[in-house]
């Protein structure tokens, strides 16, 4: 079982998340762990910890922001528009896909988020939009029309299983009993899932 599990919380809008999210997921990779994908709106959090939205910090800030950003992405060699064409786009239902995404396996979580990103601070492309979504998860391999089956209220339409799981290596079978690595190990078990109901634990491991 991988207990190397990183919950990262990240703002699907933020050009910080953009401009560090392929460094994380390369981090996670270097030290083969996984992660739980916790996407957050900003705006709600600001009037609780005492931040302000962009709009309203002072003009000084704002142009000093964009100085900033415009550093970070010459530093680290990613390209970024500073102001995106569709920036004040919500970002509420690029967060639904890219929950639904990650439900299907963390990969596709994070490869979705990505898109996500790249879409609104380099591709000038609206986040908001179902079909630019689907075309993004279309471009990554994703299955697109099951992904995108979303209600208003943010429930896939389509069944889901709920766990994280990993293949199994030689070693993992060896220690677990198992004459081949044929299956899979579960990794975790989101709460409150099917999974969860029908009694399946981190640690299980799933044959076919």
């Known amino acids: 079982m991988n207990d190397k599990v990183v919950d990262y919380y990240f703002a699907p809008v933020s050009p910080w998340t953009y401009l560090g999210h392929e460094r994380f997921v390369a981090m996670l990779q270097a030290n083969a762990a996984t992660c739980r994908l916790y996407p957050v709106d900003l705006s709600k959090v600001f009037p609780v910890s005492g931040g302000l939205p962009l709009p309203k910090r002072a003009p000084q800030r704002q142009a000093y922001r964009l100085v900033e950003l415009a550093r970070w992405s010459d530093w680290l060699q990613v390209p970024i528009n500073v102001t995106p064409k569709f920036g004040a786009s919500s970002g509420d239902l690029a967060s639904r896909w890219i929950l639904a995404a990650a439900g ?30 689907g075309a993004i998860a279309e471009g990554l391999g994703l299955d697109a029309a099951a992904i995108g089956e979303l209600r208003e209220d943010g429930n896939v339409d389509r069944g889901w299983l709920g766990v994280q799981i990993q293949g199994l290596n030689e070693d993992m079978a060896a220690g677990l009993g198992l004459e081949d690595t044929h299956g899979a190990l579960i990794a975790d078990v989101i709460a409150g899932s099917p999974a969860e109901k029908a009694g399946l634990k981190p640690g299980d491991v799933v044959r076919s």
């Open 104 to 133: 299907r396996s963390v990969a596709s979580g994070l490869a979705m988020t990505g898109g996500v990103l790249r879409a609104r601070w380099a591709e000038e492309r609206d986040i908001a939009d179902p079909a630019t979504l």
